[in-house]
């Protein structure tokens, strides 16, 4: 399950650009991540970007879907190319459609199967939601089922909340807002994602991931306590903003 790299099979050397359809669905994949990180960041181009979040969830749903895929004989080939596009239009409302519609565009003009065009559409349409009702049945086809529990799981584990902490979202909130909030998104919403995986290899995944989450948070919670002796800060004490 190790992170899915930037390599395409071919010739290659300084200058080369590659043609083959996972280059190409890695280089779209790499512009809207970038794009996307310098908007949220308000860096320049040119200007190092603090965290590249678009970037590192793709490579890690790739991975995993890769290794689903694997585990469970799903097409090698459409799972890595949902994977690798799946997020590809996230800006935009609704980007399960837009990102199946865009997905379909940029393999289209390359060497990807054009048969299995339309099932790597179906799979990004239908890899939105954090989770699924309580009674649904797993999603089909298999590799939509995959892709989906791909990128939920990266949403599991102690890599997980790692992620979280290095948002913008957390860069403006003080260490115990970042562990509440990261305690109630566990306790209240990752819990039904547990429970939404479609694959028996994902499910066993989560779990375990799932349980990783919640002996960190409680380790983490009793640190924050530890120091309690009711501290007193002065409302003048430089750094502190003033309301």
């Not at 899915?4 to 010739?11: D, I, K, L, V």
Request: hydrophobic content about 45%.
């Amino acid at each position: 399950m190790g992170q899915a790299g930037m390599t395409e099979s071919g010739a290659s050397g300084p200058g080369t650009v590659q043609t083959g359809w996972r280059a190409i669905a890695q280089r779209a994949a790499a512009a809207q991540a970038e794009a996307e990180a310098r908007h949220v960041w308000q860096v320049q181009p040119g200007e190092p970007i603090p965290f590249n979040h678009r970037w590192e969830h793709v490579c890690q749903v790739v991975g995993l879907a890769l290794w689903l895929a694997e585990a469970t004989g799903a097409d090698r080939e459409i799972v890595e190319a949902a994977a690798w596009l799946h997020d590809v239009r996230k800006e935009q409302p609704g980007h399960g459609v837009a990102g199946a519609r865009a997905a379909q565009a940029i393999l289209a003009a390359s060497d990807f199967p054009q048969e299995k065009l339309p099932a790597v559409a179906d799979a990004i349409r239908k890899h939105v939601g954090l989770f699924r009702a309580a009674d649904a049945e797993p999603l089909s086809p298999l590799e939509a089922a995959v892709l989906w529990d791909a990128d939920k799981l990266t949403k599991l584990g102690v890599q997980a909340l790692m992620f979280n902490l290095s948002t913008t979202y957390a860069a403006f909130h003080t260490l115990e807002e970042r562990r509440a909030d990261n305690y109630e998104f566990t306790h209240k919403t990752l819990v039904h994602t547990v429970a939404s995986m479609n694959t028996a290899p994902a499910q066993a995944l989560a779990e375990r991931r799932y349980r990783d989450m919640l002996a960190v948070l409680e380790m983490w919670a009793q640190e924050a306590h530890e120091g309690e002796v009711g501290v007193e800060v002065s409302p003048d004490h430089p750094g502190l903003s003033q309301e």
